[in-house]
């Protein structure tokens, strides 16, 4: 069973720093492609930044130049470098895969682990 732990979120004063961790378990994630999303109250959830099973990434323009997607094939582990957070970062922040195979395509997600960037 496909599983998805976050880890490494907390409070942070403006300009500070966070690396979150996803560990994915169940399977081997090296061809899937993964993102993190983050959901502030009220708002929808929206993609942060993704990477795909060869290393491309992409992201969100308010987090360019400041936030890093990386990932540990052989750890089975999805990172997010924050730098230089803002409080409009503060949100839940959740990682997510899409499993291809067997079709169709299937949404796992964690269950998220909460920024708090206070001015």
């Known amino acids: 069973q496909v599983q998805l732990v976050e880890s490494g979120g907390g409070l942070v004063q403006a300009g500070g720093s966070l690396r979150l961790s996803c560990a994915a378990s169940?399977?081997?994630?090296?061809?899937?492609?993964m993102g993190w999303f983050r959901q502030a109250p009220g708002n929808q959830r929206e993609l942060v930044a993704s990477?795909?099973?060869?290393?491309?990434?992409n992201y969100a323009d308010s987090v360019k130049g400041r936030f890093t997607i990386s990932r540990d094939n052989v750890k089975n582990t999805l990172y997010l470098q924050m730098n230089n957070l803002k409080p409009e970062d503060t949100a839940v922040y959740y990682c997510?895969?899409?499993?291809?195979?067997?079709?169709?395509?299937?949404?796992?997600w964690g269950r998220g682990t909460q920024v708090t960037v206070s001015s």
């Open positions: 997510k895969v899409v499993i291809i195979d067997p079709a169709p395509p299937s949404d796992y």
């Open positions: 169940g399977r081997t994630f090296s061809s899937y492609a």
């Open positions: 990477i795909t099973s060869g290393g491309r990434t």
